[in-house]
């Protein structure tokens, strides 16, 4: 008789949103509801009670809630009044978003590489590209560090080279708000720090949003006005060109919610992360959290000798288990972001990471045994290479 082990092959998520809404039980339909039932869908009281929920669980001062990430990135490129031939240094390593909003404000990025270890900007490199951008005649007026897969940047490092160089910090915290450095949460390490409210990030809507957290007021003042068109003194007072992008009453009321139960599902998302590594340590590169960070675990990813990544996938796949590359190309190698420059010496990390990496399910409501299951298979097929 042929005694094949059965294998549990049943679907597993890559996010569990719908395990999330089950233990919020009714709360979000009711704030929903809420919203229907008083009308105020734009700027209405759950937004300003959001900002300042938001505000005080990162330790800002002030946090202005926009339509997306992308767009609280904008609207501070804006207010900062950065344009055409100031250039803004960014890793390549990193959703297009990043890099995208430079180009949209008509400024230039200029790629600098990571570190194979954090998956973040390398500080040797990002000064070279301060370099760079003058060698090319171009004015170095920012810095977009990107805090990736949930990993605070080397902020400190960071933020010491760009005062003595007379940059502005703008931290892409999109897939890392709730991470801390030294204690303290993103959110106050930077000038200004934008984050994002896209269902799959860790703190997420039911649509889009985004925020940007800052102790400067007179950032504040300026964002809230390119929010709603540029409007001065009232609604019909237009004093700067703006745009619309505000979040949501609906969203507001949503995240109010999600918010509460926020610092448990990091705890969560930690706890499983922990578990992967234990469970993957000997068999692939697992991620590395620095002794004074701690991640919020957007995403779990390993790194993978070349060539075995595909073989991977699929046979994950065969057995209900999704996972993902983030990234597959870096962005000086798109189509889109080829004609913009990259720093002196280039960037062989991104482009090695690129090939490298696989990011496993995570979420908060990970269970042992589902995770477990996904630790074996990873085991088995490395195993065979
Ligand atoms: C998701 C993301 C953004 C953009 O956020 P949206 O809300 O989708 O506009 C920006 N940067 C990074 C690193 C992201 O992961």
Redesign the pocket.
């Known amino acids: 008789m042929n005694q094949r082990p059965r294998v549990d092959s049943t679907p597993i998520p890559f996010i569990d949103v719908a395990a999330q809404r089950r233990r919020l039980g009714r709360a979000v339909d009711e704030a929903i509801d809420r919203v229907v039932d008083h009308c105020q869908f734009i700027q209405g009281p759950e937004v300003k009670a959001f900002e300042g929920q938001l505000a005080a669980f990162c330790g800002a001062r002030h946090a202005v809630s926009c339509a997306?990430?992308?767009?609280a990135?904008v609207l501070v490129l804006r207010a900062r009044g950065i344009g055409p031939g100031d250039a803004v240094i960014c890793p390549s390593f990193?959703?297009c978003?990043?890099a995208e909003v430079v180009v949209l404000v008509g400024a230039t990025p200029v790629f600098a590489d990571v570190d194979a270890e954090t998956f973040n900007l390398n500080v040797a490199s990002f000064e070279r590209a301060i370099a760079t951008a003058k060698r090319q005649g171009l004015k170095p007026k920012a810095v977009i560090p990107?805090d990736?897969f949930g990993l605070p940047a080397d902020l400190d490092a960071i933020n010491a080279i760009a005062k003595a160089e007379g940059l502005y910090v703008l931290d892409?915290a999109?897939?890392s708000f709730g991470a801390t450095i030294g204690g303290r949460k993103l959110g106050t390490l930077a000038h200004a720090t934008a984050t994002?409210?896209?269902p799959a990030?860790p703190l997420g809507c039911y649509g889009?949003g985004?925020a940007v957290l800052t102790d400067d007021a007179e950032l504040v003042e300026v964002l809230k006005s390119l929010r709603v068109h540029g409007q001065g003194s009232d609604k019909y007072d237009n004093v700067r060109i703006g745009m619309t992008s505000r979040l949501d009453t609906i969203q507001a009321a949503i995240l109010i919610e999600k918010l509460k139960i926020f610092t448990d599902e990091i705890a969560a998302r930690d706890r499983a992360a922990r578990r992967y590594s234990e469970g993957l340590k000997d068999i692939a590169i697992v991620p590395q959290v620095p002794d004074d960070m701690t991640s919020v675990w957007a995403q779990y990813t390993i790194r993978l000798k070349p060539g075995v990544r595909d073989g991977l996938a699929a046979a994950l796949k065969a057995q209900g288990i999704p996972t993902a590359i983030y990234y597959p190309i870096p962005l000086h190698r798109q189509g889109a972001y080829r004609q913009f420059p990259v720093v002196d010496g280039g960037l062989p990390v991104s482009e090695r990471l690129a090939s490298e990496v696989i990011s496993l399910p995570m979420h908060a409501y990970l269970d042992e045994p589902t995770q477990d299951r996904i630790i074996d298979a990873v085991r088995n097929e490395l195993g065979r290479n």
């Open positions: 997306s990430g992308t767009d990135l990193t959703f978003a990043t990107v990736l892409d999109a897939q994002s409210f896209f990030k889009d985004g």
